[in-house]
């Protein structure tokens, strides 16, 4: 049983776009959703994250909706850059304990 | 500050083999977490430890073992390599505790099974 569902798997954005990143859980118990970003062999790196007291949440370029009635949240990333195109996987969890990935996407900003 | 760290960054084994992986989480906390990422897809989680003990683990089978030692560190162990367990390898490191449970990752080790 999937319990994050990301969407979509790959997406290519002109320079200075919208990237617009969709997730969706099952459990309400998950308290607390990261996003990450993760270059070709390296190790994913913290993005962004929010906890459901909040619908929303930015920092820079980068924000966050959350949707609890929908159990959904999204990360927007505007003016996207080429050296966005990075793979993103949303992430779900609850208390101190592990986290569940979604699947990834794949972005690519065209210069 | 150093971030996490991890040991070796490629290994090559072959089938049948065991490996040991190591990770030094940041300075000041205390409890890391083991996950494979398989080429195309997410982290999926293996272990987590908190002042070395094992809180949480995850659907692998017995040849996978972990420990935390008393500076925090951690070694994931993997007896009878398989070709699936050809992976990058991600130790995650956090304060362990609710409301700080922000996992940072490290670079991972790239195990290469033949």
């Known amino acids: 049983q999937q319990q994050v569902k990301q969407s979509p798997q790959s997406l290519i954005v002109q320079k200075g776009g919208i990237s617009i990143i969709n997730c969706a859980y099952e459990?309400?118990?998950?308290?607390?959703f990261p996003w990450y970003q993760q270059f070709p062999g390296k190790g994913p790196a913290l993005l962004i994250a929010i906890r459901p007291d909040v619908s929303e949440k930015k920092e820079g370029r980068f924000t966050i909706s959350f949707n609890k009635s929908a159990k959904q949240f999204s990360l927007h990333i505007m003016d996207s850059q080429p050296g966005d195109s990075a793979t993103y996987f949303c992430?779900?969890?609850?208390?101190?304990?592990?986290?569940?990935f979604g699947t990834g996407t794949r972005l690519k900003v065209l210069a | 500050d150093a971030g996490v760290t991890q040991s070796p960054t490629h290994l090559i084994k072959t089938r049948g083999q065991h490996v040991t992986l190591r990770c030094s989480p940041i300075s000041g906390h205390k409890s890391v977490s083991w996950y494979q990422q398989v080429l195309g897809q997410g982290p999926q989680f293996i272990f987590q430890y908190y002042e070395k003990e094992e809180r949480g683990r995850g659907n692998f089978p017995d040849r996978f073992s972990a420990r935390q030692f008393p500076n925090y560190s951690s070694e994931l162990n993997v007896n009878a390599l398989l070709l699936g367990d050809s992976a990058l390898y991600l130790c995650?490191?956090?304060?362990?505790?609710?409301?700080?449970?922000?996992?940072?990752f490290g670079p991972g080790t790239r195990l290469t099974v033949l």
């Open positions: 459990n309400t118990a998950f308290d607390y």
């Open positions: 995650a490191s956090s304060h362990g505790q609710v409301y700080s449970n922000e996992q940072f």
């Open positions: 992430a779900v969890t609850s208390g101190t304990y592990k986290y569940i």
